[in-house]
């Protein structure tokens, strides 16, 4: 991975378990690379580092899943990650483990609702029911993690995306 990113590079992250396991934003932060995570801001800087993820050089996340004829199904609360995705940053490079292999999109939005959805629910402690019960009840909670969905079909026309599959199972 960090052959990938140049060291004088502005790394985005977007807010992603699978680069935590791989420890890949501690070895980029103490290699030099300015990176812009919003986990951990202070509430009032969320957004402003949000944004820099939107314009950063390489942009670094993972996806809930990945269709076996290759389409990226995400769900996303604010939106930012899809965002930064699909259009913004001059590289994107998801990372992603095996257990988020699926057979077609259909069963990537259930992966994304009923896997990824709860884990990330509890992992932050968010109040929505399906932190608590581990499945989606479509729900109107104020925490609600699935607020955007988006199929990626094919790779944007002005994008430059790469998706890392790794053999082993990694993130939600």
């Known amino acids: 991975m960090l052959s990938l990113i140049p060291s004088d590079a502005n790394v985005g992250i977007g807010g992603s378990v699978t680069l935590r396991e791989i420890n890949l934003i501690d070895a980029l ?8 995570q919003h986990w951990q801001q202070p509430e009032e800087r969320v ?3 949000m944004r820099k993820q939107l314009t950063s050089d390489i942009f670094l996340a993972s996806s809930n899943a990945v269709t076996e004829d290759g389409k990226l199904v995400n769900i996303d609360k604010a939106g930012n990650r899809v965002a930064a995705m699909i259009f913004g940053p001059k590289k994107v490079v998801l990372v992603v483990g095996m257990n988020k292999i699926v057979k077609d999109v259909e069963e990537g939005i259930q992966r994304a609702r009923n896997v990824a959805a709860p884990m990330n629910a509890r992992r932050r402690g968010d109040k929505t029911p399906c932190a608590t019960t581990g499945v989606c009840t ?8 699935c ?6 079909e094919k790779k944007p026309s002005r994008s430059d995306i790469s998706v890392i599959l790794v053999g082993e199972e990694l993130g939600f």
């Open 138 to 145: 479509d729900c109107d909670a104020p925490d609600r993690l």
């Open 47 to 49: 957004s402003t580092v």
């Open 147 to 152: 607020r955007v969905i988006t199929i990626m």
């Open 29 to 36: 932060a103490a290699r030099g690379n300015t990176v812009f």
